[in-house]
């Protein structure tokens, strides 16, 4: 069973920094492409990552290009984000994503607070 | 970037009813179009995929079509577990835009 277990998320000033952290199981990480997406509170869906299966290819949204990082560690099975310069409007649930092209299985997702 | 247009942004309908949501596209994708469902708390589904794939393990009362510019999601026949939100997403290029999502309540 495909199983995507976010995490690292919490409560963070404006301007801070945090990781957060996608565990993959019951497949072959290392054959697949991965996203983050985000939904700030009552708001709708945002892509705001992708990365390839070797890591040769990344994309960003324009909200987030310059500050945050995405990257893989295939031996470890584990996607992460690396959020820096954090502003009040980066607050969402953060879902790491299977890339097919269309976005087949979803964490449970991990909530971001950036807040004073 | 590509711009998803979903319409209507609510829709109230009852168990048993046909309903259509509507995904305009701000230029043509061909057919990289995808559907999610979600609901509250909850992260979301894919139903659709390729505008008119279903996923498996989703039910068949679910059906998408379109191509280049406009696309639709139906539903034949409202179940309860139906009532969610539901997204359109574009695969063409980046960055991958979705819809602002139309909210499907029970009338």
């Known amino acids: 069973e495909v199983q995507l277990v976010e995490s690292g998320g919490g409560l963070v000033q404006p301007g801070g920094s945090l990781r957060l952290s996608c565990a993959a199981s019951g497949f072959t990480f290392s054959s697949y492409s991965m996203n983050w997406v985000r939904q700030a509170p009552g708001k709708g869906l945002e892509w705001v990552s992708y990365i390839s299966s070797s890591s040769s290819t990344i994309y960003y949204a324009d909200s987030v290009k310059g500050r945050f990082t995405i990257s893989r560690d295939n031996a470890k099975n584990s996607l992460y984000l690396q959020m820096n310069s954090l502003r009040a409007e980066d607050t969402a649930v953060y879902y790491c994503?299977?890339?097919?092209?269309?976005?087949?299985?979803w964490g449970q997702g991990t909530l971001v607070t950036v807040s004073s | 970037a590509i711009q998803l247009t979903q319409s209507p942004s609510s829709l109230s309908a009852s168990v048993g009813d046909r309903v259509t949501i509507t995904c305009r596209a701000s230029q043509g994708i061909s057919s990289a179009l995808a559907w999610y469902q979600q609901k509250p708390g909850k992260a979301p589904k894919l139903l659709i995929y390729d505008a008119s794939s279903l996923e498996s393990g989703v039910p068949s009362r679910f059906s998408g079509s379109g191509s280049g510019t406009d696309f639709t999601l139906t539903i034949s026949s409202l179940q309860p577990e139906d009532f969610a939100t539901y997204y359109c997403?574009?695969?063409?290029?980046?960055?991958?835009?979705f819809g602002q999502g139309t909210r499907l309540e029970i009338k």
């Open positions: 997403q574009q695969f063409n290029n980046y960055p991958r835009t």
């Open positions: 994503a299977r890339d097919l092209q269309w976005l087949d299985y």
